[in-house]
Every structure is written in C-alpha cells, then in structure tokens.
C-alpha cells in the first residue's frame, strides 16, 4: 500500500508570494492532518480535514487555509509568504484502529521563503 | 493546549550504550505515541501505548505509560547508529489532534 504523498518535496518562494501545497493519503485514510515544523517551534498543529470538512483548526494566522477533495486528496495554501513561514510542511493521513487514531505522515515539503 | 516536554534535547552517545528518553506532561492523556524522524523525512509511528503502566517493547526499544497517563520513557539497549534521529512523543487533544512534544535529538556514535 503507498504511503502519503506530498508534492513538492522543495520549494522557493518570495516574501508577498502565495504557495499550494498537494497531499495524497494513504488510499481508505479520510482524515489529513497538517503540520508545521521549525527548529524554533517544532511540530505545529495547523488543521485537519475528514471527509471534506475542516475539523480542528490550530493557532495560525488566516493567511493558512486547506481543503479537502472528495478522494481525499487534501492542498493546504499559504498567501502573503512571510519569512518565517519558511518550515517543512508535514501532511499526515489517520485510521482509527484499536489503539486510536494513528497517523501516518509524508515526507514533507520544505518552503523557503527569501 | 496540553505540552509535552522531552528530556534530554540532545542526546549523544556510543554504539553499544543504553539510554532513556523521557516525555512529561501536566496533563492527562488517553493515549501517548512516540515517532522517529530522520533528516529529510516525516516522523514515523514507533509505538502507541494506551493503558496506564503499559510496557510495550519492540525489539530493543522499550516503551513505557506511566501509571497515571502523564508521562511517557523510551528505552533503547545496546544502541546502533541505525538509532539515530529526532524521537518524538505525541498525544490526543481532542479529536484528531496531536501535540507534539518538544522532541530529543538522538545521535549514536559508531
């Protein structure tokens, strides 16, 4: 079975610019969730999305925004780049199992905002 | 927000060596993960433990729940290089949410 996938793996934007990031999830997974990773802040909680629906929200500005397609293919945007959004954006795909919901990550792509 | 805080942030030892890692919190959780991440990947799901006291062991890894669902170890014997990474520990909040701990970077000298 593939994993998550994430396009692009890099990316190099300047400040004022606006980007899309892709994630496919594991085929049956509904849920995605993203995240945000720096050295200074760690992983991040941005939002999820289940079955086309934004279900949890973290505390980021309104310049990240997400959506979730009906294959559940998820994108998530960000508009005004700002530097420090420069970060390894984590896409991760989640099934509820016997222990839990468990969640299955990609390997990210990497924004740098000049 | 719930936090998690992880101990040691760094970490540097042999091959061969024993070691733990702790992940602590004030907060209860219904369930702690821990997740490996190597340079260039997402992290990946080690272990879920859910019950308090849990002892789960995976090969030379052992994990642990604390008794009162607050706190968390990992246990490595005999560490390899292989071991190498950023170990992260991670809870519920609500629904379909996880908090991440602030992580222990691992580096096994050969």
């Known amino acids: 079975k593939a994993g998550v996938t994430q396009t692009p793996r890099y990316l190099i934007k300047t400040r004022g610019q606006q980007v899309t990031l892709s994630c496919s999830p594991i085929s049956g997974h509904r849920s995605v969730s993203w995240y945000q990773q720096t050295p200074g802040q760690g992983l991040q909680f941005l939002f999820e999305y289940f079955s086309e629906t934004q279900r949890n929200k973290g505390n980021f500005p309104g310049r990240f925004s997400g959506r979730q397609f009906s294959n559940s293919r998820s994108e998530m945007n960000v508009s005004t780049l700002e530097l420090g959004d420069s970060a390894l954006y984590l896409c991760a795909s989640s099934l509820l199992s016997g222990r839990g919901y468990e969640q299955f990550f990609g390997p990210g792509t990497r924004l740098t905002v000049l | 927000t719930q936090l998690l805080e992880q101990s040691p942030q760094f970490l540097s030892i042999q091959e061969g060596e024993n070691l733990t890692v702790y992940c602590n919190s004030s907060?209860?959780?219904?369930?702690l993960q821990w997740y490996r991440q190597e340079p260039g990947e997402g992290p990946v799901l080690l272990v879920t433990?859910?019950?308090?006291?849990e002892v789960k062991k995976l090969k030379r890894l052992t994990f642990q729940f604390g008794d009162a669902r607050k706190d968390s170890s990992l246990h490595i014997t005999a560490a390899q290089p292989g071991d190498t990474g950023l170990y992260l520990c991670a809870g519920p909040e609500g629904n379909e949410k996880l908090t991440f701990g602030t992580g222990t970077r691992l580096t096994i000298i050969p």
């Open positions: 433990v859910v019950t308090g006291g």
């Open positions: 907060s209860v959780f219904s369930s």
